[in-house]
């Protein structure tokens, strides 16, 4: 069959495309699940992710037979059997062992980089399969809201929405969260109170010590600064304007939290107590878990439909979810600090730190802010104290002299 002779399917093989975005939310709900060691939810959304995978595998090999073979049906169907044949098998394995592991023994410790990593196969297998897809439409099949561009530098003249990059009726992706109606603001303000009370804890840990020569505290700030960065792009403020800013943010929080990592082993493999070793390494891993997850949230594509007048936006759960991703990152990152700081104390004094190389990590507590000893007077109350000065009553000299005379005879 001809290239155009397929249109007529175009809208519901849309339809089915857009089950990527409901993969991504499952996914977190997934990883979440993993975490609260919650059988049945893992179970339940694992088992939807599955059904959406299969539902997009089948519509969309359905659609290619309506098109004549060549190099773009060849990469879609590649795409396919990449999704069916590998990654949702290596998925599906992940699950049972998660949810067998966690059905024994609850209180076994789990690898969750293996699922987190699988359950990432899956969005992006959705997501490349979409790819695929859209290459072979025709101009009048594609749709402004196809339309995708690595060159981030050039704006079409029309209302474009890109999966990395959202410019929908001239307005960024944080200005769409702006306009989300009251109760959709509510939600996410009641995630970022409780995202503001670990930064609270962050900040009161991290003050407490020089950043001059400690590497730990200085990521600490720079994660928490880009963390808050992420938490406002959900209320429509703050720098990040795009997906694409989001998206960066989380790749640079990543690498912070690798850098992290990195400092934490060394103090770990040197610390002679085994119990704060391995409760420090413990923190590094849950680090390494909500960086994961963090990235994960901020691939979030926030879909605007204008039904009756009234903006209607999708993704709000995505949203959330993102702020939860990063309070859980907050909460490790005060817990690493804490730990890494514990660690060190207990090296054997005959070591000392210089011996061990760590140049980079100086726990030293910061200096109080310097006060003045004796309070200087601001001009306003020196000037007040003059004026009041000249207003006294001026009282002769012999007078007081007789009042007191006369007091004293009494």
Same mark, same amino acid.
């Given at each position: 069959m001809a290239l155009g002779s397929g249109l007529n399917q175009a809208p519901v093989l849309d339809n089915d495309m857009s089950k990527q975005n409901h993969i991504l939310e499952d996914v977190n709900k997934c990883v979440i699940a993993l975490q609260e060691k919650d059988v049945d939810g893992l179970d339940r959304t694992a088992g939807a992710i599955r059904g959406r995978a299969a539902r997009v595998i089948h519509v969309v090999t359905s659609e290619m037979d309506n098109y004549e073979p060549g190099v773009y049906t060849e990469k879609v169907l590649e795409a396919t059997k990449l999704l069916s044949n590998t990654v949702m098998p290596r998925f599906t394995e992940q699950v049972e062992a998660a949810v067998e592991a966690l059905s024994s023994d609850p209180a076994q410790p789990m690898d969750e980089n293996e699922f987190i990593d699988a359950s990432r196969l899956v969005y992006d297998g959705i997501r490349d399969i979409r790819k695929a897809v859209l290459m072979i439409r025709t101009p009048e099949e594609l749709d402004d809201s196809d339309f995708e561009t690595e060159d981030f530098d050039v704006r079409s003249r029309t209302s474009v929405q890109t999966e990395d990059d959202q410019l929908i009726a001239g307005q960024s992706a944080r200005a769409i969260m702006a306009q989300l109606p009251q109760e959709q603001k509510a939600k996410i303000a009641e995630q970022v109170a409780s995202f503001q009370e670990e930064k609270s804890k962050l900040d009161a840990e991290?003050?407490?010590?020089?950043?001059?020569?400690?590497d730990i505290i200085v990521l600490a700030k720079q994660m928490c600064m880009i963390m808050m960065e992420m938490t406002d792009f959900t209320r429509g403020k703050g720098p990040l304007k795009n997906t694409s800013d989001v998206i960066s943010a989380a790749k640079k929080i990543a690498e912070a939290g690798?850098?992290?990592?990195?400092?934490?082993?060394?103090?770990?493999?040197h610390c002679p107590d085994s119990a704060c070793k391995q409760d420090?390494?413990?923190y590094l891993q849950r680090i390494a878990l909500y960086c994961h997850q963090l990235n994960i949230c901020s691939k979030v594509k926030a879909e605007v439909q204008n039904l009756g007048g009234e903006l209607v936006v999708s993704g709000v759960?995505? /949203?959330?979810?993102?702020?939860? *991703?990063?309070?859980?990152? @907050?909460? !490790?990152?005060?817990?690493?600090?804490?730990?890494?700081?514990?660690?060190?104390?207990?090296?054997?004094?005959?070591?000392?730190? /210089?011996?061990?190389?760590?140049? *980079?990590?100086?726990?030293? @507590?910061? !200096?109080?802010e310097k006060k003045p000893l004796v309070k200087r007077e601001k001009q306003d109350e020196t000037q007040t104290k003059i004026k009041r000065a000249s207003q006294k009553k001026h009282v002769n000299p012999v007078q007081a002299l007789s009042e007191f005379k006369a007091m004293d005879s009494i």
């Amino acid at each position: 069959m001809a290239l155009g002779s397929g249109l007529n399917q175009a809208p519901v093989l849309d339809n089915d495309m857009s089950k990527q975005n409901h993969i991504l939310e499952d996914v977190n709900k997934c990883v979440i699940a993993l975490q609260e060691k919650d059988v049945d939810g893992l179970d339940r959304t694992a088992g939807a992710i599955r059904g959406r995978a299969a539902r997009v595998i089948h519509v969309v090999t359905s659609e290619m037979d309506n098109y004549e073979p060549g190099v773009y049906t060849e990469k879609v169907l590649e795409a396919t059997k990449l999704l069916s044949n590998t990654v949702m098998p290596r998925f599906t394995e992940q699950v049972e062992a998660a949810v067998e592991a966690l059905s024994s023994d609850p209180a076994q410790p789990m690898d969750e980089n293996e699922f987190i990593d699988a359950s990432r196969l899956v969005y992006d297998g959705i997501r490349d399969i979409r790819k695929a897809v859209l290459m072979i439409r025709t101009p009048e099949e594609l749709d402004d809201s196809d339309f995708e561009t690595e060159d981030f530098d050039v704006r079409s003249r029309t209302s474009v929405q890109t999966e990395d990059d959202q410019l929908i009726a001239g307005q960024s992706a944080r200005a769409i969260m702006a306009q989300l109606p009251q109760e959709q603001k509510a939600k996410i303000a009641e995630q970022v109170a409780s995202f503001q009370e670990e930064k609270s804890k962050l900040d009161a840990e991290v003050s407490k010590w020089d950043d001059s020569g400690n590497d730990i505290i200085v990521l600490a700030k720079q994660m928490c600064m880009i963390m808050m960065e992420m938490t406002d792009f959900t209320r429509g403020k703050g720098p990040l304007k795009n997906t694409s800013d989001v998206i960066s943010a989380a790749k640079k929080i990543a690498e912070a939290g690798s850098r992290m990592d990195k400092l934490g082993r060394t103090i770990a493999d040197h610390c002679p107590d085994s119990a704060c070793k391995q409760d420090l390494l413990a923190y590094l891993q849950r680090i390494a878990l909500y960086c994961h997850q963090l990235n994960i949230c901020s691939k979030v594509k926030a879909e605007v439909q204008n039904l009756g007048g009234e903006l209607v936006v999708s993704g709000v759960d995505s /949203a959330m979810s993102l702020i939860q *991703a990063a309070k859980n990152l @907050m909460n !490790a990152v005060v817990q690493t600090v804490k730990a890494s700081y514990v660690a060190s104390t207990k090296y054997q004094k005959s070591q000392g730190m /210089a011996s061990l190389n760590l140049p *980079a990590v100086s726990w030293k @507590m910061k !200096a109080p802010e310097k006060k003045p000893l004796v309070k200087r007077e601001k001009q306003d109350e020196t000037q007040t104290k003059i004026k009041r000065a000249s207003q006294k009553k001026h009282v002769n000299p012999v007078q007081a002299l007789s009042e007191f005379k006369a007091m004293d005879s009494i």
